[in-house]
């Protein structure tokens, strides 16, 4: 039984039409069989109908979905020998943020993620993914091994952004994303992310400045959450923000796959199954990995000077400027 | 009822303060003297608070006089997603430029602080709130290239509210600009001192303020990641009286100093001295 979101609502009614047949039917009476065909092949159109024309607001809903896959499943679907590494060796573990080397394709890579937990008590231990600076520190420490070992590093995106509490604040949360972008952007081995749900602002940059960003179908990357946005231009006086200011601030951001393409700042989109990653993430985990490993493939051949060069460059045009007058 | 009348008057006639004569200190909410804070280079002299100042103003204060010669002056944002919430991004500069009088939230140059040629970036937080979009990012970075080929050191002067989200995702992606541009920077022995004031918060303090060899903030500046209502909110809980000031951030670890207004220039130019009095030694030694 899947959790459906209120948009998909018209499927889940033939869906659960289908399994009501089904039972009564019990693989016998061919009559009902053949509806109930009839019938699949209706709610699959429906499902790619209503999943091509998506909002803004509805691929936020499906990026964040409790039944996506997050890392450890990407992990799990795609590499082999995962070995978990812990502790940024200043402070504490943070298990919103997972990492350590694996084999890919039969290489070796070191590999590193948000993970948002599965589950109440998971995903409190795991703070939903929302990383405190001890996160960010493991993550660049594992960076920094791989550049050590001369291992490529994939890295998967999936957080709301990184944590705001005292603590945070207080051990430096800034400072911790500050350093790995500058870090990051000079490391000296093959490095390939991929937003598999929710890019939040810099908690989500702080493991992407990469030789190459991509993003699943129905990801989203922003500056800010749509309601954050909200709250800070759309408020009146106090007034609640409502449900259609939240979609007006989620398209105004451009924040969906298909935007972040046309601003050039992703590289490549990788298509999800129809009705999202979480209907069949073995199959979304063999697209992507087909991907990861045709990019690895060309970066693996470059020299370290050439890499860190071009990911200087990647990053140097983003922006759009415009120049006035001389005065 | 006239004695009552007469009393309300009189209420309403000591509230009324002349235009622009006094002000209110934001920290001790005590009414001051305009001129006696303008004399004391905007510093509350009741309770050490250090007024939010124009680049202008600031450049003013650090560069030795007439040093300043100003670079990417002609860089103008442009508005790539075509935002508009309840105005449009495009109104909202023409509005930030009336109101500041300046073209962009950061003003950058070389200049000269106590006879060490520098490059100064410089924020202004009249403009969006010091916001970085595209045109912020790109002059920052433009002035650490420009500091790290004429062999300059590079000061920076944070006031800023984080990214512009005006800009979506390319005000994130300045970000990884400006931290790409500073780590190329760091491969030079010159020195990038960072210096923080009121307030320095989101992405430009995850990336330009957060990145100094040396930094330093004005007294009770605040400075952080989140906002502090964003924290409020999130934790539920009321926050401790200091939080995110920088005698807080000191006292963490997070800055290696906090410095009166009054004492900045000098000690800046001292640090330079002793940074550049190295070189020299290590250059001989060569």
């Given at each position: 039984m899947y959790y459906y979101l209120d948009f998909e609502k018209p499927v889940a009614e033939l869906e659960n039409k289908i399994?009501?047949?089904k039972r009564i039917a019990d693989g016998r009476d061919m009559n009902i069989t053949s509806e109930i065909k009839r019938l699949e092949k209706k709610a699959k159109e429906l499902r790619a109908d209503i999943f091509s024309k998506l909002t803004p607001w509805q691929k936020i809903l499906i990026a964040r979905h409790s039944e996506r896959p997050q890392t450890l499943d990407y992990i799990g679907l795609m590499m082999e020998d995962f070995v978990e590494l812990h502790g940024d060796r200043?402070?504490?573990?943070?298990?919103?943020?997972?990492?350590?080397?694996?084999?890919?394709?039969g290489m070796p890579v070191a590999v590193i993620g948000h993970q948002k937990g599965r589950g109440t008590k998971d995903r409190i231990w795991r703070n939903f993914g929302q990383p405190h600076p001890e996160g960010y520190r493991k993550a660049l420490r594992i960076m920094k091994l791989a550049e050590k070992f001369l291992m490529p590093v994939i890295t998967f995106i999936d957080t709301a952004g990184a944590y705001p509490g005292i603590g945070a604040e207080?051990?430096?949360?800034?400072?911790?994303?500050?350093?790995?972008?500058?870090?990051?952007?000079?490391l000296k081995t093959p490095v390939v992310s991929v937003i598999t749900g929710e890019g939040g602002s810099g908690g989500a940059l702080a493991l992407a400045v990469t030789d190459k960003v991509l993003i699943l179908e129905h990801s989203v990357y922003s500056v800010i959450s749509p309601e954050g946005c909200a709250a800070i231009l759309w408020k009146k006086n106090g007034s609640e923000i409502t449900q259609e200011e939240y979609e007006k601030s989620s398209e105004a951001l451009k924040l969906t796959a298909q935007d972040l393409f046309e601003l050039e700042v992703i590289d490549e989109i990788i298509p999800e199954p129809v009705g999202g990653a979480h209907r069949d993430p073995k199959e979304t985990a063999m697209t992507l990995a087909k991907v990861i490993k045709k990019h690895l493939a060309e970066l693996i051949k470059k020299t370290v000077e050439e890499l860190v060069e071009e990911r200087y460059r990647k990053f140097r045009l983003m922006g759009k400027v415009e120049e006035g007058e001389e005065e | 009822m006239a004695w009552f009348k007469k009393e309300k008057t009189a209420i309403t006639k000591r509230v009324k303060i002349p235009e622009g004569l006094w002000v209110k200190c934001d920290n001790c909410k005590e009414i001051v003297y305009r001129k006696e804070v303008e004399k004391n280079l905007k510093v509350c002299p009741k309770c050490n608070y250090h007024f939010r100042i124009s680049a202008k103003e600031r450049i003013l204060l650090l560069a030795d006089e007439g040093s300043f010669k100003e670079i990417g002056e002609n860089l103008m944002s442009v508005d790539p997603l075509n935002f508009k919430d309840q105005v449009t991004y495009k109104e909202r500069l023409k509005e930030s430029l009336k109101k500041s009088n300046i073209s962009e939230a950061v003003i950058t140059g070389e200049a000269v602080m106590g006879g060490y040629p520098v490059m100064l970036i410089v924020f202004d937080f009249a403009f969006m709130g010091g916001s970085m979009g595209s045109v912020v990012g790109e002059k920052f970075t433009i002035a650490a290239e420009k500091a790290?080929?004429?062999?300059?050191?590079?000061?920076?002067?944070?006031?800023?509210?984080?990214?512009?989200?005006q800009e979506g995702i390319l005000s994130l992606m300045q970000m990884a600009k400006t931290s790409a541009a500073i780590a190329r920077f760091n491969r030079s022995t010159l020195p990038y001192i960072s210096i923080l004031s009121d307030p320095t918060f989101g992405g430009v303090t995850a990336s330009i303020a957060m990145l100094g060899d040396i930094i330093i903030a004005e007294p009770k500046s605040l400075i952080g990641f989140a906002g502090p209502r964003v924290i409020e909110q999130t934790i539920k809980q009321q926050l401790p009286e200091d939080f995110q000031r920088a005698e807080f951030l000191l006292q963490h670890g997070m800055i290696d100093m906090v410095i009166n207004r009054r004492e900045l220039k000098q000690t800046i130019v001292k640090l330079l001295s002793l940074i550049d009095g190295n070189s020299k030694v290590k250059s001989e030694k060569l």
């Open positions: 399994e009501e047949l200043r402070f504490s573990d943070d298990p919103s943020i997972v990492g350590g080397f694996a084999k890919f394709g207080e051990r430096g949360q800034a400072e911790a994303i500050a350093k790995n972008l500058l870090e990051m952007s000079v | 790290l080929d004429e062999e300059l050191p590079l000061i920076s002067i944070t006031s800023s509210g984080g990214a512009r989200m």
